[in-house]
């Protein structure tokens, strides 16, 4: 089977599987990491089929969308053995989709990806950050019931993964300062970087807006 055809059988897998999210991580979000991720591997010359794949496949096993991602982890490598892709490329697969999250970040030793990971890490995080950023950031709060803002409830900080997936005290504004506005200089790529720069800049200008609103209100 060729590449082009992997791919397109890839693209269906993940459409069917991300289809009916709605936390901010359907298949729209899919289509935009990946043409991100087409963009980056361009520029910075990886494997195409890896990093294609790397980004259709990123929140299929996602343990924060998914009730068991060990189970989806089995079904995704056992698809992508069936369409033909070697032992060798669907390790380096699940090595990234299993890995880029920022929730990694937050261990000790945070995992350490190849450039084909880098590019589709990057194209992730920039889905995360300015005016789209801001929409998902939004919407996966009301999906999961988040409070809008409390004052009196201040960003955390030194996180470990469960800590951070705990919402019980979590806001959406606090989301930003937790996590969103870090992703700029957790950047890999230099296009990515750039890129980044001005998305971090519209969302603190969402922010002052919003804050100055608040106080308005009061």
Known sequence: MNTAEQIKQIRQFSYKKMVTDHTGHNFDHIERVVKMATRLSKEEKTD??????????????????????????????????????????????????????????????????????????DSDRLDAIGAIGITRAIYYGGANAETIYDPSIAPREKMNKAEYRNLDNETIINHFYEKLLKLTSMMNTPTAKNIALHRQQFMYEFLNEFQSEWLSEI
């Open 48 to 121: 195409k089929l890896i990093t294609l794949a790397a980004a259709y496949l990123h929140d299929v096993a996602d343990d924060k969308l998914v009730d068991d991602p060990a189970e989806l982890e089995i079904e995704i490598k056992n698809f992508l053995k069936s369409i033909e892709l070697t032992d060798d490329q669907i390790d380096e697969i699940m090595y990234i989709t299993h890995n880029l999250s920022f929730s990694k970040s937050l261990s000790k030793n945070p995992p350490k990806l190849s450039l084909a990971g880098q590019v589709v890490q």
